[in-house]
């Protein structure tokens, strides 16, 4: 697992090109995904194109932990609400990535969080669920492959429906819950503690955790920070808004 310094002892890990699968401990929420998904932006310029199933994009989370608003203007995302909307997406994704290389810009990053979910419902056969599943996960392979580039999945569950997932996968990284807060780990076992103890009896962690981290690696990098914010609130937030569409791009 590469690492990158956002602050002195704190580090995210850096997406190599290939299918990366991230499984994050569910009391954990979708902090650790936005935070390495912004560090992305950061790490290498280009656009991010989400696609999205459960309401894993969230505006408010996006906004909150990015160094500056700026830096969401790169995100490009659409939501399926159905298995077939979903695949439908992807099917559509060399084409969408195609249009942002003639367009002048590059790609930085691929994210597709929980990828198996939607293929779990009801309306989905089980035997085509699966076939649906690793067709649409042949298609991202190939545009990372081709287009060089981190293509970041999540998966609802682990079981017999998401196994292709983690075949597929170049890289198997875990964020888990610890006493002393969230830790990245791989498949080799090198691991960071990303939350520790202030000296004082507290602990840093939620929202205003990550964004210290980001803030941190975008000064290191030369890139903007949005020094008028007075600070993060690390209340719960409602329910996910996002600019997303239920169709497709």
């Known amino acids: 697992m590469n690492r990158t310094d956002a602050h ?134 190939g545009v990372a492959r081709e287009r060089e580039v981190p293509v970041l999945l999540t998966r609802d569950r682990d079981d017999d429906l998401s196994a292709p997932l983690a075949a597929a996968a170049h890289e198997t990284l875990t964020c888990t819950e610890t006493r002393f807060g969230p830790r990245f780990s791989d498949d080799q076992g090198d691991d960071e503690t990303l939350v520790y103890h202030t000296g004082d009896g507290w602990m840093q962690t939620t929202l205003a955790f990550w964004r210290e981290i980001l803030e941190h690696r975008a000064r290191a990098v030369g890139g903007v920070v949005d020094e008028t914010d007075a600070g993060v609130s690390s209340k719960p937030e409602p329910g996910p808004v996002a600019p997303v569409t239920p169709d497709g791009w």
Not at 22 to 49: F, K, M, N, T
Not at 54 to 75: E, F, K, N, Q, S
């Open 8 to 141: 002195a002892g704190v580090e995210l890990p850096t997406l190599d090109p290939g299918l990366t699968l991230l499984d994050i401990d569910s009391a954990l929420g979708i902090e650790p995904l936005c935070a390495v998904v912004l560090d992305q932006l950061l790490e290498a310029p280009g656009e991010v194109v989400w696609v999205d199933a459960g309401g894993h994009v969230r505006t408010r989370t996006l906004t909150r932990l990015a160094p500056h608003p700026r830096y969401l203007d790169r995100i490009t995302a659409a939501r399926g609400f159905t298995a077939y909307q979903h695949a439908s997406l992807l099917d559509r994704l060399p084409r969408i990535v195609s249009n942002i290389v003639a367009d002048g810009e590059s790609l930085s990053l691929v994210v597709v969080p929980a990828m198996d979910q939607l293929y779990r419902e009801d309306d989905v056969p089980r035997e085509q669920a699966q076939d649906l599943l690793v067709r649409r996960l042949a298609t991202l392979a």
